[in-house]
Every structure is written in structure tokens, then in C-alpha cells.
């Protein structure tokens, strides 16, 4: 089984950026695909991006297209959402979780994911 642990939230302001990391523990990381979830007080959990376990295929939600940017590194065992020109919505707890059943592709619906991370927190000022 494997455990995740995301870090590299804080506070920011408009305009800034922060890298996240997903970084995995007790089974290598490559063989999965590898989503990354938002939640926002008060709001469900929503797709951000993902990942394909080579790297190969990636997603964006239309609301960060153009500003994230995923990726991943199988050597380190993580995979990294650079988050750029960041705005007061985006301001969530991020989570990043693998895709069921070794699945090729990324998908929007958490559902399709079973392995999650405890999140970690982004807040952006204005």
C-alpha cells in the first residue's frame, strides 16, 4: 500500500506561486496514476490536475489551465504541482491521491481515486 504526504502549502500573495509536493512512501509511486484535488471551505472536493504514472498524458481544470503546471519525478518517488499567478480562489486544502486500479490516464471524478494524502493547506491573500 502506499501512504502520501503532500507538503509546500503556506501563505501567498495574489500573483505568487508555491510548489506542492506529493511525495509517496512504502510502494514506488511510478506505478500509479496521480491526481491532484482541491477543497475549499464550505465547497466539494475538485479536480486540479493529473498526472499519467509515466508522465506521458496530463489534465488541467479549466480554472488553473495555463497557470499549474504538474509533473513528476519516479526517481524521487514524487510528483510536483507548480502553481503560478495565484488568486484568492484558489485558496484550498490540496490533495493529491492515486488513481484506482493502476488506470493509464487521469480523471476528474475523486471517486476514481482510493489513496489520499492528509492535504495541505494554500491560502492566498489579495
Known amino acids: 500500500q502506499v501512504q502520501l504526504v503532500e507538503s509546500g502549502g503556506g501563505l501567498v500573495q495574489a500573483g505568487g506561486s508555491l510548489r506542492l509536493s506529493c511525495a509517496a512512501s512504502?510502494?514506488?509511486?511510478?506505478?500509479?496514476?496521480v491526481g491532484w484535488f482541491r477543497q475549499a471551505p464550505g465547497k466539494e472536493r475538485e479536480f486540479v490536475s493529473g498526472i499519467s504514472w509515466s508522465g506521458g498524458r496530463t489534465a488541467y481544470a479549466d480554472s488553473v489551465q495555463g497557470r499549474f503546471t504538474i509533473s513528476r519525478d519516479n526517481v524521487k518517488n514524487t510528483v510536483y504541482l507548480q502553481m503560478n499567478s495565484l488568486q484568492p480562489e484558489d485558496t484550498a486544502i490540496y490533495y493529491c491521491a492515486t488513481r484506482k486500479s493502476f488506470a493509464t490516464s487521469p480523471a476528474p471524478l475523486s471517486t476514481e481515486y482510493d489513496t489520499w494524502g492528509q492535504g495541505t493547506q494554500v491560502t492566498v491573500s489579495s
Open positions: 512504502g510502494r514506488t509511486l511510478s506505478i500509479y496514476t
